[in-house]
């Protein structure tokens, strides 16, 4: 039993050194921006641009210990973190994927969250990317897809020591770190809510396919939105669980306010969801009312020309009997019924209310 454990190990090794090669083949020969943020509530210190070996020694067990990984390309650094903090081989695999959706996972001696980060809209687009923490009882690890975060004011509360962030552990800077994201999700719903309401505007004012256009945009974002969000809610939920015991109960309560965030968010998608259905609708019934519109005025001069139509081809035969062509004024007199007649059908079409 303890040797195939051991091969089965081995192998899984074997396995990651391949996927972390593959992953820089892929990625490139950039390398990932490392930065260290060592505090307790009396100390403070900033470490980065450090070799890794550098950084990992100053990892103690007096202080709170934030390790941020900007980019994901180098597969050697990775591959040295997850050494030093025995990070779980399936674990770096997820962290290395950036195509999974929102999760909490629990290892032995360590919590595994990742989540969506949506941050920025440059155009009407959502700018976002793959981060994933790993939480230690007295270290925070943070690997981001890309380099830049939203995290700026956080550094600086740390830098500031304002507030209790320092004098909680690295559970509490897990939680801040959630609730920054989660708080970001409310910008990108806040310009959606506008961009609702400038197509409402277009489309009352006069539809194009423009608006169209950018209604399955919006519908797009939801989908995607869907899959970042609805996930969330389970992992939160899973963490608020807390079976391992890696979150402290006495910072609990913040794990469920980010929850109770994200089920408001959920309940915003829904609705906002159902606007974007109803600008469809509005679209659609603008679109069908101008046709209609369109349809009427052309009947209207349709069913007009009717019997003026007919007069002409009655008087526009070639036969030698017909009296009124002999007539000195039966050119005038046709003109006349025939003004008769349209301004008649004018005045029924008016009182009916066609147009």
Same mark, same amino acid.
């Given at each position: ?13 074997? /396995? ?6 593959? /992953? ?51 597969? $050697? +650094? ?18 290395? #994927?950036? $195509? ?50 939203? =995290? ?8 500031? $020591? #304002? ?22 999700? %409310? ?22 396919? +423009?608006? =169209? ?8 974002? &939801? ?36 929850? $109770? ?7 915003? @998608?829904?609705?906002?969801?159902? +606007? ?6 509005? %679209?659609?019934?603008?679109? #069908? %009312? ?6 009427? @005025? ?6 007009? &020309? ?11 035969? #070639?036969? /030698? ?13 046709? +003109? ?12 029924? =079409?008016?009182?009916?209310?066609? &147009?």
């Amino acid at each position: 039993m303890k040797g195939n454990t051991k091969a089965k190990r081995k192998a899984a090794l074997k /396995h990651l050194n391949e996927h972390l090669t593959d /992953h820089v083949h892929k990625a490139g020969n950039e390398g990932g921006i490392l930065e260290l943020i060592c505090y307790n509530e009396n100390s403070l210190s900033f470490h980065n641009n450090i070799p890794i070996e550098e950084l990992l020694s100053k990892c103690n067990d007096s202080q709170t210990s934030w390790i941020n990984v900007d980019g994901l390309t180098d597969g $050697d +650094l990775i591959q040295k973190i997850s050494k030093h903090f025995n990070l779980h081989y399936l674990l770096v695999e997820d962290v290395l #994927n950036t $195509d999974h959706q929102p999760k909490a996972d629990e290892f032995e001696d360590h919590l595994f969250f990742t989540l969506k980060m949506l941050y920025r809209i440059e155009g009407q687009s959502i700018d976002y990317e793959h981060i994933s923490f790993v939480l230690g009882k007295n270290y925070l690890l943070s690997f981001q897809e890309k380099e830049g975060d939203i =995290f700026d004011n956080l550094r600086n509360r740390l830098k500031q $020591d #304002n507030g209790i962030i320092r004098k909680r552990g690295a559970d509490y800077l897990l939680y801040r770190l959630i609730d920054s994201i989660v708080d970001s999700y %409310y910008s990108i719903l806040d310009n959606i809510g506008q961009r609702i309401e400038e197509i409402e505007d277009s489309i009352s004012n006069n539809a194009t396919e +423009l608006d =169209f256009i950018e209604i399955q945009k919006l519908r797009k974002e &939801f989908i995607y939105l869907r899959k970042v969000v609805y996930p969330l809610r389970e992992a939160l939920n899973k963490v608020i669980k807390n079976e391992e015991g890696f979150i402290e109960e006495r910072n609990e309560k913040y794990f469920s306010d980010v929850y $109770d965030h994200v089920i408001h968010l959920i309940d915003s @998608l829904d609705t906002y969801k159902d +606007l974007t259905s109803t600008l469809m609708d509005l %679209y659609m019934n603008t679109i #069908n %009312y101008r046709m209609n519109e369109v349809m009427k @005025l052309l009947t209207v001069i349709t069913t007009i &020309f009717i019997p003026l139509s007919f007069i002409a081809g009655v008087y526009g035969m #070639n036969f /030698h009997n017909m009296p009124e062509l002999e007539m000195q004024y039966g050119y005038y007199w046709v +003109l006349a019924i025939m003004g008769a007649i349209f301004l008649a059908m004018i005045g029924y =079409f008016k009182y009916k209310k066609w &147009f």
